[in-house]
């Protein structure tokens, strides 16, 4: 049977992990690739604002929700926060005095600003179709574990931290959606969801490619060499937008719901681990 809300089981708890990302001033910590570190630190500097729109997106419809929703409804702003807070730390060891970062989060920070501008429903939606792209890449990262082969553990180990919390929230907000649209017939639903993951996939994929490009350029690589660098390992080899498509078009079929795929047994290694460390401290 379609699951049309999160499995009763599935808590959403803030893990407060400080995570000691030193390693990342090395410009290219990606396992030496300057092409892969340039678009996973295009992707890091979308994070910080991305997850704060994401945050108050469901924050405003905190009012129609109540019980356990309510109780993931908090669960997600907090792991929200934390991820913002870490990538924040994260994008501020990459080398700004060789790497454009500051022109990165400025047209960064236009996007977003043109996001919020558009009324809470539309952010809503837009948090929606982002999150989940972002599930369905920490879905890829979870099933081909060769993505940071060779790099730091450190930073391997925060962008698996990412990956499993982004797994184990990928409902939240699209059950507020439902909560919030109770009054729309499924036709209407159903249009603006898949129009803008249409839309949100043409951009988002077009930008942090662009992003990536321009980081690459400081590197050496003309921007039209550095843009074709880049869509390649996005779209083909590792394809890290196109690895995990089966997921990714689910979202297109008539009643969808985002744990309809329960993926839980790949990331529950990854949640008992992290699980144990936030233990760990209280425990002594």
Same mark, same amino acid.
């Given at each position: 049977?379609?699951?049309?809300?999160?499995?009763?089981?599935?808590?959403?708890?803030?893990?407060?992990?400080?995570?000691?990302?030193?390693?990342?001033?090395?410009?290219?910590?990606?396992?030496?690739?300057?092409?892969?570190?340039?678009?996973?630190?295009?992707?890091?500097?979308?994070?910080?604002?991305?997850?704060?729109?994401?945050?108050?997106?469901?924050?405003?419809?905190?009012?129609?929700?109540?019980?356990?929703?309510?109780?993931?409804?908090?669960?997600?702003?907090?792991?929200?926060?934390?991820?913002?807070?870490?990538?924040?730390?994260?994008?501020?060891?990459?080398?700004?005095?060789?790497?454009?970062?500051?022109?990165?989060? %400025?047209? #960064?920070?236009?996007?977003? /600003?043109?996001?919020? @501008?558009?009324?809470?429903? *539309?952010? +809503?939606?837009?948090?929606?179709?982002?999150?989940?792209?972002?599930?369905?890449?920490?879905?890829?990262?979870?099933?081909?574990?060769?993505?940071?082969?060779?790099?730091?553990?450190?930073?391997?180990?925060?962008?698996?931290?990412?990956?499993?919390?982004?797994?184990?929230?990928?409902?939240?907000?699209?059950?507020?959606?439902?909560?919030?649209?109770?009054?729309?017939?499924?036709?209407?639903?159903?249009?603006?969801?898949?129009?803008?993951? %249409?839309? #949100?996939?043409?951009?988002? /994929?077009?930008?942090? @490619?662009?992003?990536?490009? *321009?980081? +690459?350029?400081?590197?050496?690589?003309?921007?039209?060499?550095?843009?074709?660098?880049?869509?390649?390992?996005?779209?083909?080899?590792?394809?890290?937008?196109?690895?995990?498509?089966?997921?990714?078009?689910?979202?297109?079929?008539?009643?969808?719901?985002?744990?309809?795929?329960?993926?839980?047994?790949?990331?529950?290694?990854?949640?008992?681990?992290?699980?144990?460390?936030?233990?760990?401290?209280?425990?002594?």
């Amino acid at each position: 049977m379609t699951a049309k809300t999160t499995p009763a089981d599935v808590n959403i708890p803030p893990r407060d992990i400080h995570f000691k990302v030193d390693p990342a001033k090395t410009n290219h910590w990606l396992g030496g690739d300057p092409v892969g570190t340039a678009v996973f630190n295009a992707l890091s500097l979308t994070f910080p604002d991305g997850e704060r729109m994401f945050m108050d997106a469901v924050r405003h419809y905190r009012d129609k929700v109540d019980g356990k929703l309510a109780q993931d409804v908090r669960g997600f702003i907090a792991q929200e926060a934390i991820h913002s807070r870490e990538h924040h730390s994260l994008n501020q060891l990459i080398d700004r005095e060789k790497y454009p970062v500051a022109e990165v989060e %400025a047209a #960064i920070k236009e996007r977003i /600003t043109f996001a919020r @501008s558009r009324g809470p429903m *539309r952010m +809503l939606i837009s948090t929606i179709a982002l999150e989940h792209f972002t599930a369905m890449m920490a879905d890829a990262h979870a099933r081909h574990r060769d993505l940071f082969e060779n790099t730091d553990p450190a930073i391997e180990r925060m962008w698996r931290w990412h990956a499993m919390e982004e797994t184990e929230h990928k409902a939240v907000a699209y059950d507020v959606f439902l909560r919030a649209t109770e009054q729309w017939s499924p036709l209407q639903r159903y249009f603006r969801r898949t129009l803008a993951m %249409a839309l #949100i996939t043409f951009f988002f /994929t077009k930008h942090v @490619s662009q992003f990536a490009a *321009r980081l +690459l350029t400081a590197d050496g690589y003309s921007y039209e060499d550095a843009l074709k660098a880049v869509k390649n390992y996005v779209w083909r080899t590792p394809g890290l937008f196109s690895r995990n498509a089966k997921t990714y078009f689910a979202w297109f079929r008539p009643g969808f719901h985002p744990w309809d795929e329960d993926n839980r047994a790949l990331v529950a290694e990854w949640k008992a681990e992290f699980d144990a460390d936030v233990a760990a401290p209280a425990a002594a």
